[in-house]
Nanobody, 116 residues
Framework: QVQLVESGGGLVQPGGSLRLSCAAS????????MGWYRQAPGKQRELVAA???????NYEDSVKGRFTISRDSAKNTVYLQMNSLKPEDTAVYYC??????????WGQGTQVTVSS
């Protein structure tokens, strides 16, 4: 059983910052990548940022230069530092883990609201 525990969401004013964390635990055989997705009301879930076990990083275009993904491999934890937040960043953010041969696990989601 693989468990992902997210933390760090909340309410922030435009221009503010938040840091999301996601810790993976359980019987994980070989982490391939960890990442963050988000889903706004009425929209499809989209990839925000991901980092592979080899350190390759991808960002969704709208967050480049504002968001930074990082990881602590020893703790099986991934972080998302979000700066210069905009109202359009408001969404539920989900942690994603790709592991083993073709396994994928999701966190429960954490709400990020950017509003004045």
């Amino acid at each position: 059983q693989v468990q992902l525990v997210e933390s760090g969401g909340g309410l922030v004013q435009p221009g503010g910052s938040l840091r999301l964390s996601c810790a993976a635990s359980g019987s994980i055989f070989r982490i391939n990548a960890m990442g963050w997705y988000r889903q706004a009301p009425g929209k499809q879930r989209e990839l925000v940022a991901a980092i592979t076990s080899g350190g390759i990083i991808n960002y969704e275009d709208s967050v480049k230069g504002r968001f930074t993904i990082s990881r602590d491999s020893a703790k099986n934890t991934v972080y998302l530092q979000m700066n210069s937040l905009k109202p359009e960043d408001t969404a539920v953010y989900y942690c994603n883990l790709s592991w083993g041969l073709k396994s994928t696990s999701w966190g429960q989601g954490t709400q990020v609201t950017v509003s004045s």
